[in-house]
Nanobody, 127 residues
Framework: QVQLLESGGGSVEAGGSLTLSCAAS????????IGWWRQAPGQEREGVGH????????NIADSVKGRFTISQDNAKNTVYLQMNSLKAEDTGMYYC????????????????????WGQGTQVTVSS
């Protein structure tokens, strides 16, 4: 059974940094794409970026490019979202997501690509 467990959310002032972690389990030998989506209050969920577990190639949304990076620690089966220069508009619930099967997506992950969602972790940026 696949599980995605997020941690690291919290409150920070604008300009600050946070690192979110997603501990993934249950994939066996599969090499999925694991990424992050977010949802601000009253808005649709949007993709932030993802990493292909096999090879480590990442895709980051234009809205956060240059401020957010995604990385992985294969030994810990954990994917990280490093968020720098945070803005008030980055406030929202952040979800770890994953595909079910081997994945080498070069384009941004769409909602129909996502097979698994974590429970989410709240990020609040005060201006």
């Amino acid at each position: 059974q696949v599980q995605l467990l997020e941690s690291g959310g919290g409150s920070v002032e604008a300009g600050g940094s946070l690192t979110l972690s997603c501990a993934a389990s249950g994939f066996g030998a599969r090499r999925p794409c694991i990424g992050w989506w977010r949802q601000a209050p009253g808005q649709e969920r949007e993709g932030v970026g993802h990493i292909a577990v096999d090879g480590g190639r990442t895709n980051i949304a234009d809205s956060v490019k240059g401020r957010f990076t995604i990385s992985q620690d294969n030994a810990k089966n954990t994917v990280y979202l490093q968020m720098n220069s945070l803005k008030a508009e980055d406030t929202g619930m952040y979800y770890c997501v994953a595909t079910a099967n081997n994945c080498y997506l070069l384009r941004p992950m769409e909602k129909y690509d996502v097979d698994y969602w974590g429970q989410g972790t709240q990020v609040t940026v005060s201006s």
